[in-house]
């Protein structure tokens, strides 16, 4: 098999805290994402309004971080490490991305408490890709790939068993 096939990486990390309306604890999720990964996080916006939820477009409603390389992967191991290296297999999807939360960030090694923030959690989200997988994403001549060159289920599920000892269960 080709090695292109085989290899699987980590193309980026995002950690990502919604807090609605409240502005308050906005500040909080921005904080508590700085003082986790040590980069400023951004604001992400509403596009659409939605009355019942009290939104309107432009109003800031949650923060973000998106980390690659490196970090990404020391960054993983942390959150991992938080899970206790468990997770459902219902957090991998088809085209084989990972996403899961952590109720508490004091769980992450290294993370102390902070009671200007308080007890928040977090959601992580992890890419994976295989090499020639900017083709499809690329600026100029964007291409088509194959049917293999993705990242199926399974091997996202063998990635992380191989990389980080992850096992899989119904609980985590």
Request: aromatic share 6%; hydrophobic share 35%.
């Amino acid at each position: 098999m080709n090695t292109m096939q085989e290899t699987v990486r980590i193309e980026k990390l995002t950690l990502n805290f919604g807090a609605g309306k409240d502005q308050n604890r906005l500040e909080k999720g921005a904080a508590l994402i700085q003082s986790i990964a040590g980069i400023k996080p951004v604001r992400t916006i509403t596009k659409k309004r939605i009355p019942q939820w009290g939104l309107r477009p432009g109003l800031p409603v949650g923060a973000k971080l998106t980390l690659r390389k490196k970090p990404a992967q020391d960054m993983l191991k942390r959150l991992l490490h938080a899970k206790d290296f468990k997770l459902k297999p219902t957090s991998i999807d088809q085209e084989g991305n990972i996403s899961f939360g952590l109720p508490e960030y004091i769980d992450i090694e290294g993370a102390k408490y902070d009671p200007a923030i308080g007890i928040l959690g977090l959601e992580a989200s992890v890419t994976l890709s295989k090499p020639g997988y900017r083709v499809k994403t690329r600026k100029i001549r964007e291409a088509a790939i194959g049917k293999r060159q993705t990242v199926s289920k399974e091997e996202a599920m063998n990635f992380l068993t191989k990389s980080f000892n992850v096992s899989f269960g119904d609980t985590p």
